[in-house]
């Protein structure tokens, strides 16, 4: 069996390594709780109901600040320890880890002074809590959480919200379904009224972890008693109901010893001719004992649920870790393969749009299937080919002598005109590949998970390859119009070597008069001789320009779209590499909560696992 002490201890140490990391209850947090997981005691009550002397009665230790308004202001989490018979007694906060208080005196003015250190003497509230573990023969194993007492009113020096404030506070504590709510109210006040009661059935209604504890019963109009309410009768709640006698004012006026008070509870209970039949379920030691058994019992039957949720938090943990990647190294070798790493991860994803796996490469076949035959199609050939043009085309080549068989000059220029549209559609096609490349540039950085951490790089690698692209683009295009301008360089022979017998054999009758080589059938026939021909060229360039843009842009792009930003990068030195890996700072925020609260909930798993093996 797991010894109570060790239960009690391990959620004690869980406890604490959550406050070192800012996880307390009523905090305001992001990630989801682990302290909100763990079972703990709460003590509510309105002002002066008795609090503070309840709790220093379960220490059996006067250390609690006393005074007027509201002193607690901050959530005291009190880890009681029990230490061997005879041990000494000492206390320690948990922000002074060095320092161990013998003097109790002393400790209430730490706890003063660190409340203050955080509210400031303005007499604010905050969720920060305080942690205070005692040490001593005296106690029993538990924590209970010291909240500030409900109050109605605000005193002066004391903001108009603080009533509320106080309030949103302990129910930010009680509401949760872990939390055992110690209700401390008055016996001399009509249990109806109660603070700490109204809250505890808002937050508990079954009443199922709800302690109702009821302080100066001595003080309770002669012949009155509180059985009642002890006995379960006037608020009914799945807990036995404790009553206490605690110091008056007078008996800490005159510094009775808390031991000597605990015995006169004792007496008091023992000796009542009202609740002597209850004297052994009533007192601040039986109440300590009571909490601490609920406590230990709570925390052994949620054990398996808090292993559970922590071992869910560290693989929820673990997957944003790698999602935010992992810590930049500090040598310059580790940053730069960083660096060609991220650089790679984009590379990779780039390509695929490229080759398929991804969507986007396919409308660059787009561009050659449909944009270019399109508009190689809308060129202007009939106004350039009309008879019109034709006979002027071919007049003025002929200057003052006409030609005789053909004409050559006229062909050779109507044929350069017609090329020279065909500069167009090429250096469109190459543009429209242009912004498809540089569309999928801009997805594949937006899909590039590892880049989403370094924005500088991010914007670094969108240039590189900006550029790059331009550079292959310029290329294209001048392949492309040297392709257009090779076809006018040099005209396929072999199309002309055919045509006059074509047009000799297309008479059919050898009699027949030869054509008027200076009438409108001439020109007719010029004009769709040279039409045939580009069209042929118009078929060779569909072919030829898309093998150009391919070679020059496309290839060069999946091959060499960041050479020149690897060989800029090969120069850099620690401090620029470490300037192209600066962080988005949210993102190097929320790794740190991560890795900070793995190390935690790896901790709280550890303490979980020890435990166990001392079954
Ligand atoms: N006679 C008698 N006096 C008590 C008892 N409990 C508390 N008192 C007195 O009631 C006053 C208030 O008690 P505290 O323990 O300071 O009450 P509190 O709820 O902590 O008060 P705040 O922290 O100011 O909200 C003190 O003077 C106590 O001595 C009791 O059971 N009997």
Redesign the pocket.
């Known amino acids: 069996m797991t010894t109570m002490e060790s239960l009690i201890g391990l959620v004690n140490r869980i406890q604490r390594a959550c406050t070192v990391l800012g996880d307390y209850g009523g905090g305001d947090n992001s990630f989801s709780s682990l302290w909100e997981a763990l079972p703990s005691v709460a003590v509510v ?1 309105g ?7 309840v709790l220093e009665s379960i220490v059996g230790r006067d250390f609690l600040p ?1 005074g007027s308004g509201i ?2 202001r901050r959530p005291l989490v009190l880890q009681l320890h029990k230490t061997d018979e005879g041990s000494q007694e000492y206390a320690e906060f948990l922000h002074l880890p060095k320092r161990r208080f013998t003097d109790f005196g002393a400790v209430r003015n730490e706890i003063q002074e660190e409340t203050d250190r955080i509210t400031g003497k303005t007499k604010q509230i905050s969720p920060v809590p305080i942690h205070l573990s005692i040490y001593s023969p005296n106690v029993v194993n538990l924590t209970l959480i010291d909240l500030p ?1 409900l109050t109605k009113v605000a005193i002066e020096g004391q903001p108009e919200t603080i009533v509320d404030d106080i309030e949103t506070m302990v129910r930010s504590y009680v509401e949760k379904p872990n939390c055992i709510i110690l209700a ?1 109210s008055p016996a001399n006040q009509d249990i109806a009224t109660s603070d700490a009661m109204k809250l505890a059935r808002e937050v508990d209604p079954s009443g199922d972890r709800t302690f109702g504890v009821l ?5 309770m109009d002669k012949g009155t008693n509180a059985l009642d309410v002890l006995e379960g009768r006037s608020y009914r709640l799945q807990q036995p109901w404790v009553g ?6 007078a008996d ?1 006026n005159k510094n009775v010893d808390m031991i000597v008070a605990r015995r006169k509870e004792r007496e008091y209970f023992a000796t009542s001719p009202d609740y002597g039949h209850l004297a052994s379920k009533m007192g601040s030691e039986y109440l300590a004992k009571l909490l601490s058994q609920h406590l230990e019992s709570v925390i052994r039957s949620r054990i398996p649920s808090i292993t559970s949720s922590i071992n869910k938090t560290i693989d929820e943990l673990e997957s944003e870790m790698d999602h935010l990647g992992r810590p930049i190294a500090l040598d310059a070798g580790a940053q730069l393969y960083t660096v060609l790493e991220v650089c790679r991860a984009f590379e990779r994803i780039f390509k695929e749009h490229l080759d398929g796996g991804r969507p986007g490469g396919d409308r660059i076949y787009g561009v050659f299937d449909n944009q270019l035959p399109a508009a190689l199609k809308k060129l202007p050939f009939d106004r350039h080919l009309s008879l019109q043009n034709v006979r002027r085309v071919v007049s003025e080549a002929d200057g003052y002598q006409p030609h005789l068989i053909a004409p050559e000059q006229g062909y050779r220029r109507l044929i350069e005109g017609a090329l020279n549209y065909f500069r167009g559609p090429a250096e469109a096609s190459v543009d429209a590949v242009h912004f498809v490349l540089k569309e999928l540039v801009r997805k594949s950085i937006g899909e590039t998970q590892e880049l989403k951490r370094f924005p500088t790089l991010q914007a670094d690698i969108a240039a590189a390859a900006n550029e790059a692209l331009e550079r292959f683009r310029d290329e294209s295009k001048k392949t492309v119009v040297r392709l257009v301008d090779m076809e006018s360089s040099y005209l396929t022979v072999d199309f002309f070597r055919k045509l006059p017998q074509e047009v000799e054999n297309k008479g059919g009758n050898p009699q027949a008069p030869v054509t008027d080589r200076y009438g409108e059938g001439h020109f007719r026939r010029i004009g769709s001789n040279v039409s045939s021909y580009v069209g042929m060229v118009s078929d060779t360039l569909k072919n030829t320009i898309p093998k150009a843009v391919v070679f020059c842009q496309v290839k060069e792009a999946k091959q060499s779209l960041l050479t020149r930003f690897y060989t800029q990068l090969g120069k850099k030195e620690g401090k620029q590499l470490l300037q192209l890996l600066d962080e988005d700072p949210a993102l190097m925020e929320r790794r740190q909560q991560c890795a900070k609260r793995l190390e935690l909930y790896k901790a709280a798993r550890d303490e979980i696992d020890s435990v166990s093996w001392t079954r």
Do not use: E, P, W
């Not at 302080?215 to 003080?219: A, I």
């Not at 206490?244 to 004012?249: E, L, M, P, T, Y």
């Open positions: 009550g002002q002066s109901s008795g609090k503070s002397s006393r002193v607690t007492g401390i302080t100066k019963l001595d003080l206490i006698v605690n110091r008056s004012q800490i």
